[in-house]
């Protein structure tokens, strides 16, 4: 049940720090609260499966 994934650990990682572009640089009422909303929901998912082996929906 558990095991560690390098690939889906690597998107975490990745998407966090668009995360922190985001959330730094850009303050306009489109991309950050909608866009940014969006990467969160990848980036929960991409974390979980770097940990648990889970079968997909």
């Known amino acids: 049940m558990f095991k560690f994934n390098k690939t ?4 975490a990682i ?3 720090f668009i995360e922190v572009l ?3 640089y850009l ?3 489109i991309v950050r609260p909608y866009v940014g909303d ?3 929901v990848i980036l ?3 974390f979980i499966k770097a940990f648990i ?5």
Do not use: E, Q
């Open 8 to 11: 889906y650990f690597v998107f």
């Open 14 to 16: 990745f998407i966090f």
């Open 22 to 24: 985001i959330s730094l």
């Open 27 to 29: 303050h306009d009422k």
């Open 38 to 40: 969006f990467l969160v």
């Open 44 to 46: 929960i998912y991409c």
């Open 53 to 57: 082996d889970v079968k997909d929906i």
